[in-house]
Nanobody, 116 residues
Framework: QVQLVESGGGLVQAGESLSLSCAASGSTFSDNAIHWYRQAPGKQRELVAT????????YVDDSVKGRFTISRDTAKNTVYLHMNSLKPEDTAVYYC?????????WGQGTQVTVSL
């Protein structure tokens, strides 16, 4: 069974950087688009960025454009979300998501907290 595992979250100050990882087990995902979402307390889960199976960036939300980038390392079966110039409003649980054999798979999430 495919599993996605996020890591790299933590507590940082505004202006600092973090890189999140989404690692797949049980399958390679070189043929899958992978998405990063986030959910802040009391808010709906929102799409942050998408990377296509080929590795080109399909989408980065306007709220993070110019600060966040998404990349993938096929050899490591991992997708990354590089977050720079973090703001308190970036505080959320970050999830990765993919579709494998027609089934939507979510990771368990990793908490990112940005303090002033």
């Amino acid at each position: 069974q495919v599993q996605l595992v996020e890591s790299g979250g933590g507590l940082v100050q505004a202006g600092e950087s973090l890189s999140l990882s989404c690692a797949a087990s049980g399958s390679t995902f070189s043929d899958n688009a992978i998405h990063w979402y986030r959910q802040a307390p009391g808010k709906q889960r929102e799409l942050v960025a998408t990377i296509s199976s080929g590795g080109s960036t399909n989408y980065v939300d306007d709220s993070v454009k110019g600060r966040f980038t998404i990349s993938r390392d096929t050899a490591k079966n991992t997708v990354y979300l590089h977050m720079n110039s973090l703001k308190p409003e970036d505080t959320a649980v970050y999830y990765c998501r993919g579709i494998f054999a027609g089934k939507v798979i979510w990771g368990q999430g990793t908490q990112v907290t940005v303090s002033l």
